[in-house]
């Protein structure tokens, strides 16, 4: 009786190991109203041509990555969005997407992005901003984004990432399919 129970319980430990695993490549994440409602807000920006009419711009079109920690993806931002204001899950200032080989691209995730002093100016004491109760990273200037001192936070709406679903990087996207430019 003992050592059936003692089966029985490694078992359910080998399986709850292996279950982080398995998430981790579930696509999109599910199981948070915050992620629900950026895939609410964006799912029409799935394709990246809906989003160019919509005023959304890429200031360069190249798909940012990290040699030990994943990729972001190309950085798409609506300009009209982007403030020192108290930003809304709905309204991300962001869309981030990652490159396909046959030149498409595939809509993973979100970014919010407030400019700090205007922020800090506003609240003087603090805290700092918030998006549906996730406090906001602070990238004081100057910084890789070759912008003034922001405020961000990644959400992963459309891409599930192992280290989480605000994490800056993410393992399961990748810059490796972005064809890039031949010069002669």
Request: charged share 10%; proline share 9%; glycine share 8%.
């Given at each position: 009786?003992?050592?059936?129970?003692?089966?029985?319980?490694?078992?359910?430990?080998?399986?709850?190991?292996?279950?982080?695993?398995?998430?981790?490549?579930?696509?999109?994440?599910?199981?948070?109203?915050?992620?629900?409602?950026?895939?609410?807000?964006?799912?029409?920006?799935?394709?990246?041509?809906?989003?160019?009419?919509?005023?959304?711009?890429?200031?360069?079109?190249?798909?940012?990555?990290?040699?030990?920690?994943?990729?972001?993806?190309?950085?798409?931002?609506?300009?009209?969005?982007?403030?020192?204001?108290?930003?809304?899950?709905?309204?991300?200032?962001?869309?981030?997407?990652?490159?396909?080989?046959?030149?498409?691209?595939?809509?993973v995730?979100?970014?919010?992005?407030?400019?700090?002093?205007?922020?800090?100016?506003?609240?003087?004491?603090?805290?700092?901003?918030?998006?549906?109760?996730?406090?906001?990273?602070?990238?004081?200037?100057?910084?890789?984004?070759?912008?003034?001192?922001?405020?961000?936070?990644?959400?992963?709406a459309w891409?599930?990432?192992?280290?989480?679903?605000?994490?800056?990087?993410?393992?399961?996207?990748?810059?490796?399919?972005?064809?890039?430019?031949?010069?002669?």
């Open positions: 009786m003992f050592e059936t129970a003692r089966k029985a319980s490694l078992a359910l430990g080998f399986a709850l190991l292996a279950l982080p695993a398995a998430l981790a490549h579930a696509d999109p994440p599910g199981g948070s109203a915050f992620l629900a409602q950026v895939r609410q807000a964006t799912a029409a920006y799935r394709n990246i041509n809906v989003a160019a009419q919509a005023g959304w711009v890429g200031r360069d079109p190249f798909c940012v990555s990290g040699p030990d920690r994943g990729a972001m993806g190309i950085h798409v931002a609506n300009p009209a969005l982007i403030s020192g204001n108290q930003p809304k899950v709905s309204e991300p200032q962001i869309l981030i997407y990652e490159p396909q080989a046959d030149g498409s691209m595939v809509l995730g979100v970014e919010y992005v407030v400019i700090a002093d205007a922020w800090d100016a506003a609240h003087p004491q603090g805290p700092a901003p918030s998006v549906g109760g996730q406090f906001m990273l602070k990238f004081p200037a100057p910084n890789m984004f070759d912008m003034p001192s922001i405020y961000v936070l990644h959400a992963w891409r599930n990432n192992p280290a989480g679903n605000f994490a800056m990087w993410n393992r399961n996207v990748t810059c490796q399919k972005q064809q890039l430019p031949t010069f002669s």
